[in-house]
């Protein structure tokens, strides 16, 4: 990474003049003034001031001895007072006003930086303050041109982005610093002042946007990306002296691939042959989705909508696709999925189904499957008899289903006959009523059991 060299000294030599008529007179006449040079400083002792070189003014030296109404601090502070410059293309000639800005007050000091649209003209210091005192200065600045060197500036680390947004990014661009160093040759290069820096971001050429570097860290926010192609940027550092045109820097150059939507896996379920349970995987950043039931689009849904029932006619039979698409104004971007064929409906589950291995003098109750039809589910699972006596029956057993979350059904039987062996298995199949659609071959279904074997004892 390059760094800001020392820049050779800068000649300023602009010589331009703007021509503007007088827009009103000041009712202070020539004499009326108050000698504020003793406490101006950045100023030249042939009654000039330099552009790059600020003239600030202590609010401890201007409210000692210069009359002022007290209070002036806080109507300073509350926006009822200012010290203001007065720009005049000639030198007491209180008719070729030009303009006049507020010096900006921070921490006890008011601070204003000489502009180079201002050379060859004058500055009169006035303070003007509605519920106190005003009074002008004296004293009528010349503005000179001055010559400067950086003597030291920031330097680019690095550029990372951030956003789900496919065609906006936030880029962010590390820097060493926030702020360079210059000196000016009519100081002889002692004092050195402080700048701000800025970053400009340029995409394929053209600049897009300007912000100040804060934290060692200027922040792009919202800059537009071309879908699923490479855009050039370059970030260009900008040493921003006061009253001066922006100084370039180093810069970086890098190449972003703006975003597409990803193609994405689609599930069906048959519910009924006229209805199908369709889930998918979801994207983010996009507008919704279109549902396609073989070639034909049968549905839109938002981009939070990761499940859908489909019900139409021959759907248990049909083959489904869903497409992801993102639509900016006119514009309309989408990918694809798979053609899902809708599933048989039931989940299946691996379980140990070796007796010996489960605890000693339990009989758990295995599910291995469950299948809906309308209201109807089909269980299926083992008795598991780790015993060496033979067992009777459950006098209770308890069978849960929730999908997605949700109950499906919950069904307690009492006294279910085994008559298992020692340490033996027996299949049972039961019949259970619940909730009708749910998605059990792709949906997330979690069942419980809880069971009471009896083996005959009377102390059991």
Same mark, same amino acid.
């Given at each position: 990474?390059?760094?800001?060299?020392?820049?050779?000294?800068?000649?300023?030599?602009?010589?331009?003049?703007?021509?503007?008529?007088?827009?009103?007179?000041?009712?202070?006449?020539?004499?009326?003034?108050?000698?504020?040079?003793?406490?101006?400083?950045?100023?030249?002792?042939?009654?000039?001031?330099?552009?790059?070189?600020?003239?600030?003014i202590k609010m401890s030296d201007i409210t000692s001895g210069y009359g002022l109404a007290g209070g002036f601090e806080n109507r300073v502070k509350a926006g009822k007072a200012h010290l203001q410059i007065e720009v005049y293309s000639t030198k007491y000639d209180y008719?070729?006003?030009?303009?006049?800005?507020?010096?900006?007050?921070?921490?006890?000091?008011?601070?204003?930086?000489?502009?180079?649209?201002?050379?060859?003209?004058?500055?009169?210091?006035?303070?003007?303050?509605?519920?106190?005192?005003?009074?002008?200065?004296?004293?009528?600045?010349?503005?000179?041109?001055?010559?400067?060197?950086?003597?030291?500036?920031?330097?680019?680390?690095?550029?990372?982005?951030?956003?789900?947004?496919?065609?906006?990014?936030?880029?962010?661009?590390?820097?060493?610093?926030?702020?360079?160093?210059?000196?000016?040759?009519?100081?002889?290069?002692?004092?050195?002042?402080?700048?701000?820096c800025y970053m400009r971001l340029y995409k394929n050429g053209t600049a897009v946007a300007t912000v100040k570097v804060s934290g060692n860290e200027a922040v792009f926010k919202n800059i537009a990306v071309t879908y699923g192609k490479n855009t050039s940027f370059k970030?260009?550092?900008?040493?921003?002296?006061?009253?001066?045109?922006?100084?370039?820097?180093?810069?970086?150059?890098?190449?972003?691939?703006?975003?597409?939507?990803?193609?994405?896996?689609?599930?069906?379920?048959?519910?009924?042959?006229?209805?199908?349970?369709?889930?998918?995987?979801?994207?983010?950043?996009?507008?919704?989705?279109?549902?396609?039931?073989?070639?034909?689009?049968?549905?839109?849904?938002?981009?939070?909508?990761?499940? %859908?029932?489909?019900? $139409? +006619?021959?759907?248990? =039979?049909? !083959?489904? @696709?869903?497409?992801?698409? *993102?639509?900016? &104004?006119?514009?309309?971007?989408?990918?694809?999925?798979?053609?899902?064929?809708?599933?048989?409906?039931?989940?299946?589950?691996?379980?140990?189904?070796?007796?010996?291995?489960?605890?000693?003098?339990?009989?758990?109750?295995?599910?291995?499957?469950?299948?809906?039809?309308?209201?109807t589910y089909k269980v299926t699972g083992y008795a598991l008899n780790n015993r060496i006596f033979k067992v009777k029956k459950y006098k209770s057993l308890k069978i849960s289903l929730r999908v997605d979350g949700k109950k499906a059904f919950s069904k307690k039987y009492?006294?279910?006959?085994?008559?298992?062996? %020692?340490?033996?298995? $027996? +299949?049972?199949?039961? =019949?259970? !009523?619940? @909730?009708?659609?749910?998605? *059990?071959?792709? &949906?997330?279904?979690?069942?419980?059991?809880?069971?009471?074997?009896?083996?005959?004892?009377?102390?059991?």
């Open positions: 990474m390059k760094t800001i060299k020392k820049m050779l000294a800068i000649a300023l030599t602009l010589t331009m003049v703007l021509t503007i008529a007088p827009v009103f007179n000041s009712s202070v006449k020539a004499g009326d003034g108050t000698d504020l040079k003793p406490i101006t400083n950045g100023t030249n002792a042939d009654g000039s001031v330099y552009l790059t070189k600020p003239m600030t008719n070729s006003r030009v303009r006049t800005e507020n010096m900006t007050y921070k921490d006890g000091v008011f601070t204003f930086y000489p502009n180079q649209k201002d050379k060859g003209k004058y500055y009169l210091i006035y303070v003007d303050d509605m519920d106190g005192t005003n009074l002008n200065d004296s004293n009528w600045w010349l503005v000179k041109g001055c010559e400067f060197k950086i003597n030291e500036g920031p330097s680019i680390n690095s550029v990372s982005y951030s956003g789900n947004s496919l065609l906006t990014k936030t880029f962010s661009v590390s820097t060493t610093s926030d702020t360079a160093t210059y000196s000016i040759k009519e100081d002889s290069y002692k004092d050195l002042y402080r700048a701000d970030a260009q550092l900008l040493m921003r002296i006061p009253g001066i045109n922006d100084i370039n820097g180093p810069s970086y150059s890098f190449t972003f691939k703006g975003g597409s939507i990803p193609n994405i896996k689609a599930f069906a379920t048959k519910i009924s042959k006229k209805k199908v349970y369709l889930r998918w995987q979801s994207v983010t950043g996009i507008s919704g989705y279109y549902i396609y039931m073989g070639k034909k689009k049968v549905k839109t849904v938002g981009a939070k909508t990761t499940r %859908k029932m489909i019900s $139409k +006619k021959k759907a248990g =039979k049909s !083959k489904f @696709k869903v497409v992801p698409f *993102l639509k900016i &104004g006119k514009s309309v971007y989408k990918s694809t999925s798979n053609k899902a064929k809708p599933k048989k409906n039931q989940a299946k589950w691996y379980r140990n189904l070796n007796v010996t291995s489960h605890r000693y003098a339990t009989c758990d109750f295995e599910v291995t499957k469950i299948s809906l039809s309308g209201k009492k006294n279910v006959k085994l008559n298992i062996g %020692k340490e033996k298995k $027996k +299949k049972f199949t039961f =019949k259970i !009523k619940g @909730k009708a659609g749910k998605d *059990l071959a792709n &949906g997330l279904a979690y069942v419980t059991v809880a069971q009471d074997p009896d083996w005959g004892f009377k102390d059991e």
